[in-house]
């Protein structure tokens, strides 16, 4: 009896280790299955990580194809523009004692330098097209013809003739006189027109100044009228453009210069250079031949955006006559 009492106590214990075995054994399946399940899915998502890459890398070979032909179309953009504005070589054989500072914001700009002789006189202006870049440099080549033009077909004008006339023709140009075009696409100008002959200038501005030098008054800011080139937005209080003008003596000199320079951002309390500032700066330079002054300008101007980026395209043009 105690034999076969023995005998189903093991046998009890063998079926409990067969059931056990059996439970582990389909956990086991279990298991493999959702290995087998995990190792398709990791295939197919290799798969996916693959064709995700592929697709990547051939979206960026895209870009990249596309952003080489805008650079390069860009950058001959810029050739162009270099060869439409004036050189500073042309304003230093007119006046020895000159300079022209160009920094675009971008590779092209909508600053534009403008120079045009007519018998003994010399026009030079200092043009701030509106937005910088692309659109800013597409204004820039308008705005260069249409004063080439003016200039060039009309008998002999004054800066207020030139800048009136020049309105209308952007107005008419841009279609801004139409109700469809809602623009406001224009330029601000400082236009003086040198007499050589008789050592005066005349001045005409849009919303631009003409800082002048002499020996007599010291540091003379002369303001343009509050209303731009172009854009239809100011036509209700729009008169004509006035003209100042002055008796220039050897020594005295005089600068132009877009918006970009004063607004630029920098200092340690990040704040607008001014034009308070800048005339501070230019007196202290007054000594300087024109060329001396614009590198130490632009050192200044490095100086004073530290880490600060530029705002915007910046031009000044100095004569000293």
Known sequence: MDKIKESGTENAQYSKEIEHLKQMLNELEETNKHLIAATFREREMRKQLNDAIEELECSQKIIEDQNKRISESINYSRNIQEAINPDEQVLLSYFPDSCIM????????????????????????????????????????????????????????????????????????????????????????????????????????????????????????IKGDRFPIGGMHYERKRVAFKNTTIKYESGDFMFMFSDGLCDQVGGAEMKKLSMARFIEFATSKKHLRMQKFESECIEYLDEWMANARQVDDILLLGIRF
Not at 104 to 113: A, H, R, Y
Not at 144 to 153: A, E, F, K, Q, Y
Not at 156 to 162: F, Q, R, Y
């Open 102 to 221: 160009y920094i675009p914001k971008d590779v092209i700009s909508g600053d534009f330098p403008w120079l045009y002789k007519k018998d003994h006189y010399i026009y030079v202006a200092a043009v701030d097209c509106t937005g910088h870049g692309v659109p800013g440099a597409m204004m820039s080549i308008i705005g260069t013809l249409l004063l080439n033009s003016i200039v060039g077909d009309n008998a002999l004008l004054s800066p207020s003739e030139i800048l009136d006339i020049l309105h209308t023709r952007v107005v008419k140009t841009l279609k801004q006189d139409s109700s469809v075009v809602n623009s406001s696409d224009g330029m601000d100008v400082a236009l003086v027109r040198i007499d050589t002959k008789n050592k005066e200038i005349e001045y005409a501005g849009a919303h631009r100044p003409l800082l002048y030098f002499s020996k007599e008054q010291g540091v003379v800011e």
